[in-house]
Nanobody, 119 residues
Framework: QVLLVESGGGFVQPGGSLRLSCAAS????????MNWYRQAQGKQRELVAG???????NYADSVKGRFTISRDNDKNTLYLQMNSLKPEDTAVYYC?????????????WGKGTLVTVSS
């Protein structure tokens, strides 16, 4: 069993920054792609950014140039640096990872961390 735990959410004013982290823990697993999703109240969950095990990344158009996704494979940790935050970035942010455990690829989700951008 693998556990993904997000941290770093909170309240920030427009234009501010936050750094989210997602730590994976467990035993005998290998992580492939990792992603950040978000879900605003009343809206569908959407992909914010993704990164492969080799470090290639992609972003939603709405966050390009403001958010940066990165990962530390030695620490099994995913990050999302969010700059120039806007009120429309307010959402619960979820960590997602495709993980091989005992020969099977499983799609894991964290429980989410709330980001609120407001003046």
């Amino acid at each position: 069993q693998v556990l993904l735990v997000e941290s770093g959410g909170g309240f920030v004013q427009p234009g501010g920054s936050l750094r989210l982290s997602c730590a994976a823990s467990g035993s005998s697993f290998k992580i492939y792609d990792m992603n950040w999703y978000r879900q605003a109240q009343g809206k569908q969950r959407e992909l914010v950014a993704g990164i492969t095990s080799g470090g290639s990344s992609n972003y939603a158009d709405s966050v390009k140039g403001r958010f940066t996704i990165s990962r530390d494979n030695d620490k099994n940790t995913l990050y999302l640096q969010m700059n120039s935050l806007k009120p429309e970035d307010t959402a619960v942010y979820y960590c997602n990872a495709h993980i091989i455990v005992v020969g099977s690829t499983i799609n894991y989700w964290g429980k989410g961390t709330l980001v609120t951008v407001s003046s």
